[in-house]
């Protein structure tokens, strides 16, 4: 195989806007994935491009800049990713909870995002279907969603006009780093190309590709689970999720929900969105169950009984499929992208965890940014490989 300026490993939706992104910067990129496009974790998932589910400060920056990236593509790009901008609802069930979510939208709103809460009345005037005790929720305006393999795609497609190439059932095995430890080859079932850089966009599969070069990369698998409904008239209008979700999501350990055990054992959090055919993707649960990808009863039970809480009527509704992902956790919740000091020429773009669509789009832009050695749109110093050396020595 010939030789090229990078190479990026894996074509999920981060691997497909990175090339993308440094095919515009000029560069020659070969992307090489293990199977096919979209082939892991960005296809068994939801389909949102949020910020109403992101912290304060660099969460939401990431999120929202993101979604204004797509806006933008959706206009540009020659494949249909059905982006759709219809805002999002965060319901609360109880007071407590509409208390800690007034607090939340207030902070998002003083930062300049279009958030801000919802009566009774408001948020039942909207979404029709929603159970008639819950008592608010906040609403998130600049929301959005788009179908996910429809993004690699689209970011494959665009990349491909610029000249980048693509590798399907192609796994890395190994890399090769000349006298100076600087990457200098991926070396692949279809032979060795010859590069500078490696892009490691392997998603939950980030660390083995690390440890081809000896380093330890902190992501886990986190499994989530998904129901599809049949089709139907639109049961609900765009994305609502419970506001304990949020709670689920960043382990808030002072929070308790009055769930079922079933409920509570999985870690569900209801989050309902419709497709543009009028079926609803249903989900999830956050659960440590390494690589397994395979639904549960159980679980999807669990997922059900809380559906049903939120919008009854979803009891009369048929489930025709269901399917597992996973989710690339780390610690603190935010992604990596940045390089590595210890391997020059190694690059990370991994660990998205739960926000891997939504962040796709700026994710690309910001690493073709730190390859070419631009400085980057904003300040990313919380999403550098470093961070968890510096961790490890202050625990230390
Ligand atoms: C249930 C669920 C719901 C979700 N909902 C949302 C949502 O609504 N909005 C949102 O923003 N995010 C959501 N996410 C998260 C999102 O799906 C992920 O963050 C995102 O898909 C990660 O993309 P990725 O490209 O990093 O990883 P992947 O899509 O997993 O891509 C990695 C690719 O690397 C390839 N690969 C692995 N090893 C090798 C190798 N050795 N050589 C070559 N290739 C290799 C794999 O085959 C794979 O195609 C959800 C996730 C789950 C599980």
Known sequence: MKAFDTVVVGAGVIGSSVAYHLAKKGLNVAVIERGDIASGTSSSCDASLLICDKKPGIDTKLGYESIMLYKKYAQEFSYDFEFAQRGSIYVCETEQ????????????????????????????????NLADDLVGGIWTECDASATPMAVAFAFIEEAKKLGAKVFTQCPIKGIKLDEKGHVEAAITDKGEIKTKRIINCAGVWSPEVGKMVGIDIPIKPRQGQILITERTFNIVNRK????????????????????????????????????????????????????????????????????????PILKDVNVIRAYAG????????????????????????????????????????????????????????KLSFSRFKKAKTATN
């Open 326 to 381: 996973l989710r690339p956790w780390v610690v603190d919740h935010l992604p990596i992208v940045s390089g590595v000091e210890e391997v020059p020429g190694f690059y990370i773009a991994a660990g998205h965890e739960g926000d891997g669509i939504s962040m796709a789009a700026i994710t690309g832009k910001l690493m073709s940014q730190i390859v070419v050695g631009e400085e980057t749109d904003f300040n990313i110093d």
């Open 240 to 311: 609502i999720q419970e506001f304990g979700y949020m709670l689920s999501k960043f382990e808030d350990v002072n929070y308790t929900r009055k769930v079922s055990e079933l409920v509570e054992k999985h870690n569900v959090a209801f989050v309902i969105e419709p497709t543009l055919s009028d079926n609803c993707i249903v989900g999830s649960c956050r659960e440590f169950v390494g690589y397994d990808r395979k639904n549960d009863i159980e679980v999807m039970q669990a997922l059900a009984e809380r559906a049903i809480r939120f919008v």
């Open 97 to 128: 909870e509409l208390e800690v979510a007034r607090e939340y939208a207030k902070a998002q709103a003083d930062d300049g995002y279009p958030m801000r809460m919802m009566d009774k009345h408001e948020i039942h005037e909207v979404e029709p």
